[in-house]
Structures are given as structure tokens and as C-alpha cells.
């Protein structure tokens, strides 16, 4: 599967933005997908998963109940809506995809063998 991640831009603290992760590829409805971000000078870290089939959901707590993924398994398309968005919040952020990760592993990125190319995130103060 190939992923592609756009949606990023410049936004001012307290805005919102929503990122797409657009995939080529058959069975994309089977993949979990991740979106993870990177910040300048530090390592790449968690952001939030949806499964596959159950559409299960995880956030890290620096994001949960400001940002929102979803979805659309017909427009093989993930969506991270980004609400009440914060300095730090600003990274670039990818998208990863994976059929075969086990449950307690999708927080990290060696669990992923598809990765989309990244869009920058900067919210000012």
C-alpha cells in the first residue's frame, strides 16, 4: 500500500487544521493506521491509531480529546482532525499503515511497513 499525507499549513494556537492520509492499494480496509509526528531535534513519537476492521480507536494523552481520527474506507482516506491546537503541537506529521502489527506494538514505529512522505504542522503563538 502506498500512503500519501497532506492537510498540513500554518495555524495560530487555539485553530484547528485536518490532516488526510490518502492510500493506494487493495484491502485497505484490513490496515491499521497511525499517525505519528516529529518534532525539530526530537525523535518521532505516537499521535493516534484507528484498526482496520473494528475502527477501535487510541490517542496519546498529549492529544486525547483535541484531536480526532477517523476513517473512510471507501475513499481509502484517514483523517486526523486537529482542534485547540498548541505550539507544541508543531511537527512534522506522518501517516503509517500496517496489517500484521499486534495490538501493544502500534505505538511504535517499528511496527509499521508503510509510511507516508509527511506535512508540516506549525501553530504559532
Known amino acids: 500500500v502506498q500512503l500519501q499525507a497532506s492537510g498540513g499549513g500554518l495555524v495560530q494556537a487555539g485553530g484547528s487544521l485536518r490532516l488526510s492520509c490518502a492510500a493506494s492499494?487493495?484491502?485497505?480496509?484490513?490496515?491499521?493506521v497511525t499517525w505519528f509526528r516529529q518534532a525539530p531535534g526530537k525523535e518521532r513519537e505516537f499521535v493516534a491509531y484507528?484498526?482496520?476492521?473494528?475502527?477501535?480507536?487510541n490517542y496519546a494523552a498529549s492529544v486525547k480529546g483535541r484531536f480526532i481520527i477517523s476513517r473512510d474506507n471507501v475513499e481509502n482516506t484517514v483523517y486526523l482532525q486537529m482542534n485547540s491546537l498548541k505550539p507544541e503541537d508543531t511537527a512534522v506529521y506522518y501517516c503509517?499503515?500496517?496489517?500484521?502489527?499486534?495490538?501493544?506494538?502500534?505505538?511504535?514505529?517499528?511496527?509499521?511497513?508503510?509510511w507516508g512522505q509527511g506535512t508540516l504542522v506549525t501553530v504559532s503563538s
Open positions: 503509517a499503515a500496517s496489517r500484521t502489527a499486534i495490538l501493544s506494538s502500534l505505538p511504535s514505529t517499528t511496527a509499521y511497513n508503510y
Open positions: 492499494g487493495r484491502a485497505f480496509n484490513t490496515y491499521t
Open positions: 484507528i484498526r482496520g476492521g473494528s475502527r477501535n480507536t
